[in-house]
């Protein structure tokens, strides 16, 4: 187990780490230009592409959270480091396709668009917060801190699950609606 640093130094590196990837997402959405190239097609599959991966990752949480409670800490483990990989291609995809497209603007109206804009900002928001959970939550896993770990896994899984699940809606809503 890793244990050569202290609870507090990785606390604050993960902080450290989650702002900088949440002020980079923030540059390639909104403040940088996308970057126009007429040869990069597969661009235009990775919305769907990204609302499998977040499927995936929901599916995965849900069964570790199953596994755990069944005490099966091996298939625990498994379920929740594919979530880990399949939110980790998610965000790499995401980053790909912001940076190439530039953002998605929703042109739907009335209450759909109340509905669609709710979902968007919580999910937003909770995708900030939930990064340094995620992210603390996996360093006391590592290091064998199985008295803060499932503490902070109660309220880290619900969290994720959420974001996974409401990238999906938006998803629907955007491209099918």
């Known amino acids: 187990m890793i244990s050569s640093v202290s609870t507090k130094t990785a606390v604050t ?9 949440l002020l980079f997402l923030i540059w390639i959405i909104y403040l940088k230009e996308p970057v126009k190239v007429s ?5 235009s599959y990775l919305p769907i592409a990204n609302a499998i991966l977040n ?18 800490r091996e298939q625990h ?10 939110s980790f291609l ?12 530039g953002d998605t603007l929703y042109e739907g109206v009335g209450f759909m668009r109340m509905v669609y804009f709710f979902i ?10 939930v990064l340094p959970m995620i992210l603390t939550t996996v360093y006391f896993a590592i ?22 699940v ?9 491209y099918h609606s």
């Open 166 to 174: 409401t990238g999906v809606m938006i998803y629907l809503i955007l």
């Open 55 to 72: 499927s995936l990752s929901a599916f995965c949480l849900l069964a570790g959270y199953i596994a755990i409670k069944k005490r099966k």
């Open 13 to 21: 590196s993960i902080i450290v780490v989650s702002v900088f990837v």
């Open 143 to 164: 290091t064998g801190n199985f008295s803060k770990h499932p503490k902070i896994a109660r309220l880290t899984m619900p969290i994720w699950l959420y974001v996974s």
């Open 39 to 43: 040869n990069l097609a597969f661009i």
């Open 77 to 86: 483990l498994k379920f929740m480091l594919s979530a880990l990989t399949f």
């Open 120 to 129: 968007l900002i919580s999910h937003i928001f909770l995708s900030a917060v």
């Open 90 to 101: 998610f965000l790499i995809s995401y980053l790909i396709y912001h940076n190439f497209h």
